[in-house]
């Protein structure tokens, strides 16, 4: 007899559930635990396409897991929510450095103040890192603090919000449903422009997230509502979440349009690196040349710079590309060209996000003792990049590479004796006769239009084509130029460099035509930009036989861009002559020394001068004609543009409108299936008024709502003939002395629906459209108003009408008892 709570059980017949332990998670935590761990995974799901590997999606479900178990413990302990923010600080410390460094610092027990302040300066000063480094960044680097950092705020802020005690339902349903929403958009936000997953990230995350908002909604109004679970509701439930999801997918993306690109925070951020601070490659062209006896340190013709290996003989090894002229120099920039293009120097991984369609290349350079400077020779498109030298990870950590003009920079420098090794692919870059310039032009810089008359003379025999002007021209420079490095007594007066009076005094408007690769490539590159074809200078060698690179394997070559946005190579023997000048008496007054000029400054920025040139007219012309030969050829290929046009910006919007309108109508109808379909007789019979009630409304008429309103005082305003009889109708079988038949719950939906018809006959068609996708009856408040009027017993307004064949007061009281047991075991039908 001391097990008395066991025979109390034995004789109610009821048993009471207990859990085991305070600590552990009841049915509703672990409800509100898987939730918010999966929601989790997804928003870190965004860090995909910012991280190699699948490291940083583990350590941050682990940085999730762990901060919802403590949020979890904590409240069971009566904690309030900042004791779990402050254990989980001091365990992303203790954990941070053998998860996320792969140390334990300066002891074997806990991490040291080393360990500690590095992971402190990650998770401070690691966003800038992430938005400054070309994604994707090695997965098993110290960055994977972000993630470890990012998954322990999303479980704090899901599971505390969802445990926060909040005096409102409504916004205790809302509050960790927005709070993973914020965490997904912070992940997005420091992601890429480029998506991971829309379907993961948009239709999935909003199913779910959207499903636990339904989930802790019902369980909010539970101690209202009662009754038992309707396995009809969660089934239209799941089906109008995939019905959102599937309508949301496709609708982003036609309001989203052909950009897939996004507003992300890299976009914003500017790369704290400015290639700008060194000088231009080219302009020291002349310490590659032949000196011919005469002594000069800095002359690197005869001295080996580089030893490659994997690259085939007579390949391209690129020194620099340099992308814009300021009137004194070509120099490599940032974001040269308009357009979505990296065109910048970013910071890279050991991995580089650089698809490219080509050969693979897998080589090693050894720089050799005629090496200096910042500028890293290169082949193709990166893939990958590994320093093998004693300072290796310092060098990696500086290394910057733009995508654009496939340039790599050390800005701490470069050394004789540094060993690297990379994988490319080397891309189709050779200049065919079928190559289409692109149109995409850039205006020329002040003080190069001396380019136009010569570019004009020129190309007068060759079209109107770019690409057969360009050819033209280079072909001219070729036939009527001669080539010296002003090495010798008689050609001291052709002076180095490549300003604007270098390339036009003394190179296209003189009587002579004489330069070595530095004038030559600077002026190829500068008609071919005014003719229309964007050009950019390249330095660079062509590796010899056994692949020891000297001086004088070193020649500048321009590239020109394609219609395809790819840059083919025009090489340097196809607008460069190599017949020398005939001998001159050189002048007394001019320069004999100086075979190498100095570096010039740095590269300005860009001017923003409002003066129009003729470039820009070109370029605005060149734009306005590629718009209208895409109007002409239309959206759709093969029908007019006005079809493309039509279906774009009418039948789409149109499709999304009779999709949610048709959801309204399919709404409605599901209603009234589930009220025709109640388990009980009684609430079918209350169901059917309540859809007579909600047509009333939908068609306009003013129905008064609220707990104290009856069916018969609905009936009054109700513009119908037979409503009175049908709420009275209604009330007897409800709250009579007898359970309704099946048969007579059939009986009255079927007077319902005739009544129903009888009201939509008396208005016009347009008014029944109206009505069959009003939202009217949808409304919460209305539905809350109207289950109670119709529902609770205080509609018993007249107790011997509500059962007239009731033996005297005990069948109305057995009445009134059994109504209200029928609405407290039903709950609100919807």
Not at 226 to 253: D, E, I, N, Q, W
Not at 386 to 407: C, G, I, M, P, W
Not at 648 to 675: E, N
Request: aromatic share 6%; glycine share 10%; proline share 7%.
């Amino acid at each position: 007899m001391r097990n008395t709570p066991r025979a109390s059980t034995a004789t109610t017949g009821t048993r009471t559930r207990v859990r085991s332990h305070a600590l552990l998670p009841d049915r509703h935590s672990w409800v509100d635990i898987g939730f918010t761990l999966v929601l989790a995974a997804m928003a870190l799901s965004a860090l995909g396409t910012s991280f190699t590997g699948s490291s940083y999606l583990v350590v941050g479900l682990l940085g999730a897991v762990i901060a919802v178990t403590v949020t979890h413990l904590t409240r069971a302990a009566g904690w309030p929510i900042i004791s779990a923010a402050v254990i989980c600080l001091v365990l992303f410390f203790l954990l941070g450095g053998p998860l996320c460094l792969r140390s334990l610092g300066d002891s074997s027990v806990l991490p040291g103040a080393s360990t500690l302040g590095r992971v402190a300066d990650q998770a401070i000063f690691g966003w800038k890192d992430l938005l400054t480094t070309l994604p994707p960044i090695d997965g098993d680097g110290p960055l994977l603090v972000l993630p470890w950092l990012s998954g322990m705020l999303a479980g704090l802020v899901g599971l505390g919000l969802a445990h926060l005690p909040v005096r409102r339902a409504w916004l205790a349903a809302v509050l960790p449903v927005l709070g993973m929403t914020a965490v997904l958009s912070g992940a997005i936000l420091v992601g890429v422009r480029h998506p991971q997953s829309l379907l993961l990230q948009g239709s999935v995350f909003a199913g779910v997230a959207l499903a636990w908002l339904a989930v802790r909604a019902r369980r909010a109004s539970a101690a209202v509502q009662g009754g038992s679970t309707s396995y009809v509701r969660a089934v239209g439930a799941v089906a109008m979440l995939a019905l959102a999801a599937g309508v949301a997918f496709p609708a982003s993306a036609v309001l989203a349009g052909d950009d897939d690109e996004r507003a992300v925070a890299r976009n914003w951020v500017e790369p704290p690196f400015d290639i700008g601070r060194y000088p231009s490659p080219l302009a020291g062209f002349r310490k590659y040349v032949d000196l011919k006896g005469r002594n000069d340190p800095s002359n690197v013709y005869d001295k080996t710079l580089l030893e490659v290996e994997g690259v085939e003989a007579g390949r391209l090894i690129r020194f620099a590309t340099m992308d814009r002229y300021d009137g004194m120099v070509w120099g490599a920039s940032d974001n040269a060209l308009p357009g979505p293009a990296d065109d910048s120097f970013q910071r890279v991984s050991s991995t580089i996000d650089n698809p490219v369609d080509g050969e693979e290349v897998e080589a090693t350079v050894t720089l050799g003792e005629g090496w200096s400077g910042v500028w890293l020779p290169t082949v193709g498109a990166l893939q990958s990049m590994t320093f093998e030298t004693s300072d290796a990870r310092a060098k990696a950590e500086v290394f910057r590479y733009n995508l654009a003009t496939s340039t790599a920079v050390v800005p701490s420098g470069l050394q004789p004796g540094d060993r690297y090794s990379f994988t490319a692919v080397q891309p189709d870059d050779v200049l065919t006769p079928e190559t289409v310039g692109s149109a995409e032009t850039a205006s020329l810089p002040p003080g190069a239009a001396f380019i136009q008359g010569p570019a004009e003379k020129w190309t007068e025999k060759a079209g109107t084509d770019p690409m057969d002007r360009v050819l033209a021209a280079a072909e001219h420079l070729k036939s009527e130029g001669r080539y010296s490095d002003g090495i010798g007594r008689t050609e001291r007066i052709y002076v180095g460099g490549h300003s604007v009076w270098r390339l036009s005094d003394e190179f296209v408007n003189a009587p002579q035509i004489v330069g070595n690769d530095e004038q030559y490539a600077a002026t190829m590159a500068l008609i071919a930009n005014e003719i229309g074809v964007p050009a950019r200078v390249v330095l660079g060698a062509v590796v010899p036989e056994g692949g020891r690179v000297t001086g004088k394997e070193v020649q500048a070559w321009v590239e020109l861009r394609a219609a395809d946005g790819s840059w083919r190579t025009l090489p340097t023997e196809s607008f460069m002559s190599t017949t020398p000048p005939a001998d001159q008496v050189p002048e007394t007054n001019t320069p004999m020394s100086g075979t190498v000029i100095p570096p010039p400054n740095p590269i300005p920025p860009p001017s923003d001068a409002g003066e129009q040139s003729d470039a820009d007219l070109k370029e605005r012309k060149a734009t306005r004609k590629n718009s209208e030969e895409d109007e002409e050829e239309g959206i759709i290929p093969g029908l007019p543009a006005w079809v493309g046009v039509v279906l774009t910006y009418v039948a789409l919007p149109v499709l999304v409108v009779a999709l949610l309108l048709g959801a309204v109508v399919g709404l409605k109808a599901w209603r009234r299936h589930r009220r025709r379909r109640a388990d009980s007789a009684s609430a079918r019979f209350v169901g059917a008024w309540r859809e007579l009630v909600d047509h009333a409304r939908d068609l306009g008429q003013v129905v008064p709502l609220g707990p104290s309103v009856t069916r018969r005082e609905q009936s009054v305003a109700l513009v119908s003939a037979g409503a009175t009889t049908l709420a009275r109708r209604a009330d007897n079988s409800v709250f009579g002395p007898r359970v309704p038949e099946d048969a007579a719950a059939a009986t009255y939906w079927e007077s319902i629906d005739a009544e129903r018809r009888a009201m939509s006959r008396e208005v016009t068609r347009w008014q029944r459209l109206r009505a069959a996708v009003s939202l009217r009856s949808l409304r919460r408040g209305s539905r809350r108003g109207s289950v109670r009027a119709v529902t609770a017993p205080s509609d018993i307004a007249d107790p011997a009408a509500a059962a007239p064949t009731a033996p005297g007061r005990f069948a109305g009281l057995a009445g009134r008892r059994r109504g209200l047991a029928d609405w407290r075991s039903r709950g609100t039908p919807e």
